[in-house]
């Protein structure tokens, strides 16, 4: 196994970089899961440039659900969120659904950054069935089979420090050969919804190769050109690594996993917050 298979960069879309490391949490009061209403930690920039962060949810009937299942039949659990937020979100900011139709309103969902989505999906969760996570896990020691239960607002939430793209530098001899030499610089941006699920289905089947297409559209030399797919597949392991550290420092919102403690042998337990019963049917 390959150190890219055993650190796939993207997984599940609720939570949808994983990182191994320790996150930096911030002291100060986190925002909460609370009743149909919130605020995301970045939020959309309009062309314009207003920045539109609190947002409203309706309670879904049943039409809502048959919607919701029909998406579910795509296995793509991005556009399953993207189909329960469409039907339950009513505002994002200034920006009403009603007032600007559903195809609009989705499309400027599929712009907010991932980690924001999470966010908005874990209030939608908190909101339609309530702040409890279960998840079932076994204790890799024991064996204990686990069912595990965790409060949506004992998440820990990571705060935006206002950086959605970054710069990256590849080792020398490593870039994209031009007339004027190799360029090796350039710069990662955030990934937002669209990119997740443009690339969820392949993501499922092969994470190394979903990591490489989400590279190839979130990674831009400073020439402009953008990294190919053929040019990241050739790119060494460390060098792909380099990437991927760039991308994963600039995440934010609710950190990915929750530790818990075997109830049998004490050992504690690292679980993916992705990993918990879905709510969508
Ligand atoms: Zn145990």
Do not use: W
Not at 68 to 87: C, H, W
Not at 259 to 274: A, F, K, P, W
């Amino acid at each position: 196994m390959t150190e890219d298979e055993r650190n796939p960069v993207v997984e599940k879309p609720i939570v949808a970089i994983k990182d191994e490391d320790s996150f930096e949490v911030a002291a100060e009061s986190a925002p909460s899961f609370t009743d149909g209403e919130g605020e995301l930690l970045c939020g959309y920039t309009d062309e314009n440039g207003n920045v539109h962060k609190t947002f409203g949810f309706r309670d879904i009937n049943g039409m809502d659900e048959e919607e919701i299942a029909k998406a579910k039949n795509s296995g793509n659990d991005m556009k399953t969120s993207l189909k329960a937020l469409e039907r339950s979100l009513l505002y994002l900011g200034d920006i009403v659904k009603k007032e600007v139709g559903n195809e609009a309103f989705v499309k400027i969902l599929r712009k907010l950054y991932i980690y924001d989505l999470d966010f908005m999906l874990m209030s939608l969760r908190t909101y339609l069935v309530g702040g409890t996570l279960q998840f079932k896990a076994q204790c890799p020691v024991c064996g204990t089979r686990l069912d595990v239960e965790e409060e949506t607002s004992n998440l820990e939430i990571m705060p935006f420090d206002g950086v959605t793209s970054k710069s990256f530098e590849l080792s020398k001899g490593f870039g994209l050969t031009t007339k004027d030499g190799i360029i090796n610089k350039g710069t990662v941006r955030m990934p937002v919804v669209a990119d997740i699920e443009a690339i969820y289905s392949v993501l499922k089947i092969n994470p190394v190769k979903g990591t490489t297409i989400l590279l190839s559209r979130v990674c831009k030399f400073d020439n402009g050109a953008f990294m190919t797919e053929d040019f990241l597949r050739k790119l060494s392991m460390k060098e792909r690594k380099k990437l991927q550290e760039v991308l994963m420092s600039m995440r934010f919102g609710i950190v990915p996993h929750i530790n818990v403690d075997c109830s049998e042998c004490g050992r504690t337990i690292m679980l993916q917050v992705g990993e918990a019963e879905s709510f969508l049917g």
